[in-house]
């Protein structure tokens, strides 16, 4: 199991989770109320599910596809350490992953 914590876009804790191995962080954050709307359903066209990995985190994390690089490029208060939680499955060696809402989302398949 992994604990999930999430925090709102100004850092305070927002809701503490238990998830199953496997499980993807952006459905484990929509069953904790997190307001991520994830349009595309994770098929990396919106950037909807943007989110901010603690730093440390981060590391642990397996990188990014390039095609995630270039999504994230255009989402809004991207960071070094932002990832989409559509693409992002709980490790079962993952015991902890924080991660923080950014201050807005764009969907992507909007224009
Ligand atoms: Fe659309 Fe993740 S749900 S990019």
Redesign the pocket.
């Known amino acids: 199991m992994t604990r999930v914590r999430f925090l709102d876009t100004g850092g305070g804790l927002s809701a503490e989770v238990e998830a199953a191995p496997g499980a993807r962080l952006?459905d484990v954050a929509q069953a904790a109320g997190q307001p991520l709307e994830?349009?595309?359903?994770?098929?990396?066209?919106?950037?909807?599910?943007h989110v901010i990995v603690d730093p440390a985190d981060f590391a642990r994390l397996p990188p990014a596809s390039e095609m995630e690089e270039d999504?994230l490029d255009l989402a809004a208060h991207a960071t070094r350490t932002s990832r989409?939680?559509?693409?992002i499955m709980l490790a079962p060696d993952l015991a902890t992953l924080t991660v923080r809402m950014p201050g807005t989302a764009r969907d992507m398949t909007r224009r």
Request: glycine residues 12%; negative net charge.
């Open positions: 952006l994830g349009t595309c359903e994770g098929q990396m066209a919106c950037s909807t599910c999504l989409l939680a559509c693409q």
